[in-house]
């Protein structure tokens, strides 16, 4: 749903901007209190994780297509202030190297796709949290329900913006059915995407998991026929932070192969919007993209002739580019968080 050039209007798309700038200044606020020293780099991780599945078009429809849009997994995974910020990374590294998405309309694009989709998925995912049993398959449902509800909710921010700032005389009840339509198949797609990757993190280190903490019930002990609370145990930290290196490493070998091997296999038909902008001709005054002429446009290495091996090449460099580049921002988000700041995992601490 990566909105390009010329579909809103300037002042809109200025307006959009502002709001997303705004957004995502309260999110570095936001995200100081959500990260600490384990899931800081595994939040650069998520977002080149969310790069590579964006790469994996699946058919939704006859000739048309979707893909992961992520911010369900990302407020799940990371919290909803770090997940508007992973989104609005890989948009950046979208627009900037490969042409996807309009750079005019990136605060568009933010607003849509990562704002308006952490903030509908995490509300709605707590909301089921807090009434179904705390149990890993009731998290890994509430992630379905809440990945599900969140892309039709993108098709419908969307369909506001355009009514708003559309540069096509459209009728809006048109655009309004069309993409709700085509994006609620998608948001079965991504529903699936969303669900597999929360239950198999929770079932391998739940505390890391932001919407999952607390998940795991206190141990009970019979003492005189009563149960009661077993002693809580210690976290050691060197064996915490061994394992967070084995998940990153593995995250990290996953996004490299469905980015650089795996893509190739992708629908090469038009994605939702893609396919109702040509349908209801709001594609009519679409612009030029200010970096057609990157060297990774398009999703290819410039020069490079045969078609696998420049897809593969582009997306494993877009998952480096990716985690260089978020895992900074969230390095100098953790720097900066102020030592009695709240966080969502306990730390251990000496004191003196």
């Not at 996807?100 to 995490?122: E, F, H, K, R």
């Not at 807090?130 to 329900?145: I, K, N, Q, Y």
């Not at 990716?322 to 900074?328: E, K, N, R, Y």
């Amino acid at each position: 749903m990566h909105v390009p050039d010329g579909f809103i209007n300037a002042p809109v798309s200025a307006a959009a901007g502002v709001v997303a700038a705004g957004a995502v200044a309260v999110s570095l606020r936001g995200a100081r209190r959500e990260l600490d020293e384990r899931t800081a780099p595994l939040a650069g991780l998520v977002a080149a994780f969310i790069f590579a599945v964006q790469m994996l078009n699946f058919p939704v429809a006859a000739g048309t297509s979707g893909h992961l849009l992520g911010g369900a997994l990302a407020a799940i995974l990371v919290g909803p202030y770090t997940g508007v910020l992973c989104i609005s990374v890989v948009l950046l590294m979208q627009g900037i190297l490969f042409a996807d998405g309009g750079l005019t309309a990136l605060g568009v694009n933010v607003l849509d796709m990562g704002i308006t989709t952490t903030v509908v998925a995490y509300a709605l995912f707590r909301g089921l949290v807090g009434v179904l049993p705390r149990t890993r398959r009731s998290m890994t449902a509430a992630s379905f329900v809440a990945a599900l509800v969140s892309v039709p909710a993108s098709a419908c921010v969307f369909t506001l913006i355009y009514w708003i700032g559309g540069t096509t005389d459209i009728p809006i009840g048109k655009v309004f059915t069309a993409m709700v339509g085509v994006h609620v198949l998608i948001g079965i797609g991504e529903a699936v995407i969303t669900a597999l990757t929360v239950g198999a993190v929770i079932a391998v280190r739940p505390d890391l998991v932001h919407g999952a903490r607390g998940l795991t019930a206190p141990l009970k002990l019979r003492v005189d026929g009563e149960l009661v609370d077993a002693p809580a145990r210690q976290p050691v930290a060197p064996v915490a932070a061994r394992s967070t290196r084995g998940i990153r490493a593995t995250g990290l070998v996953i996004a490299l192969v469905l980015a650089g091997f795996v893509s190739f296999y992708a629908s090469a038909s038009p994605d939702g919007l893609e396919k109702v902008a040509a349908d209801q001709g709001i594609d009519k005054k679409t612009e030029e993209h200010a970096a057609k002429d990157s060297p990774l446009a398009d999703y290819g290495v410039k020069d490079v002739s045969d078609a696998r091996i420049s897809g593969g090449l582009a997306g494993v460099i877009g998952v480096g580019a990716t985690i260089v580049v978020g895992s900074g921002v969230f390095y100098v988000v953790r720097r900066r968080r102020t030592p009695n700041a709240p966080v969502g995992t306990p730390r251990t601490e000496k004191t003196v």
